[in-house]
Every structure is written in structure tokens, then in C-alpha cells.
Nanobody
Framework: EVQLVESGGGLVQAGGSLRLSCATS??????ICWFRQAPGKEREGVAC????????YYADSVKGRFTISSDIAKGTVYLQMNNLKPEDSAVYLC????????????????????WGQGTQVTVSS
């Protein structure tokens, strides 16, 4: 079983930056994605990275502002979030999937085998 632990959330003003971390017990051969869920809204896929070939994928809502990266040696995936907006406020969760990349970037929750508990990001206006 893969364990994932998120950290790095907090309160930031609009236009600011945060870097989230997802520490995993096993990173190789999995794709790791970040999701977010705001109160009353559906869970939304944000960004994914393949630890096999380094491919990345971003939701349109964060493209150009967020960057996903990984450190295989540390077993950690990062989400650098710049130019944050109030609508980015949510609980951010990381998830691991062993399925095909094209299924991973569909952001369907059932394609992900393991989930972290989440970290809260709040962006004030």
C-alpha cells in the first residue's frame, strides 16, 4: 500500500505563492496527481506527473500558474502555485495511480489507487 502525506498549505494573499509537497512511501512506477476540493464543489483535477517519463499535465484553470515536479530520490512530488487567486482556495489532495497515462489525465477519481488526507489552501482577496 502506498502512503501519501501532503504538506505546505496555508493562508496567502491573492497574487502570492505556495509550494505543496506530497511525500510518498513509493513513488516509482506511479503517476501522481494533485486534486482540489472546495466546499460545495466537485473534486477537480489540477496537475499530474508521470514518474516513468516525467510527463506532466495541467488543468486549464491552473496552466501557466502551477508547476508540478518530482524528486524520485526523496519520494516527493511538489506543486508550485504562483499568482494564486481566491478561487484556488480548497483542500488539495495528492493521489497515486498505476494505470495508463491517458486514464490518469482523465482525472477520474476511480482511476486512483491511493489518496492522501489533504492540505488546506486559502487565498484571501
Amino acid at each position: 500500500e502506498v502512503q501519501l502525506v501532503e504538506s505546505g498549505g496555508g493562508l496567502v494573499q491573492a497574487g502570492g505563492s505556495l509550494r505543496l509537497s506530497c511525500a510518498t512511501s513509493e513513488l516509482e512506477n506511479y503517476a501522481i496527481c494533485w486534486f482540489r476540493q472546495a466546499p460545495g464543489k466537485e473534486r477537480e483535477g489540477v496537475a499530474c506527473i508521470s514518474t516513468i517519463d516525467g510527463s506532466t499535465y495541467y488543468a486549464d484553470s491552473v496552466k501557466g500558474r502551477f508547476t508540478i515536479s518530482s524528486d524520485i530520490a526523496k519520494g516527493t512530488v511538489y506543486l508550485q502555485m504562483n499568482n494564486l487567486k481566491p478561487e484556488d482556495s480548497a483542500v488539495y489532495l495528492c493521489a497515486a495511480s498505476g494505470t495508463s497515462w491517458y486514464l490518469v489525465v482523465s482525472f477520474k477519481s476511480y482511476e486512483f489507487d491511493y489518496w492522501g488526507q489533504g492540505t488546506q489552501v486559502t487565498v484571501s482577496s
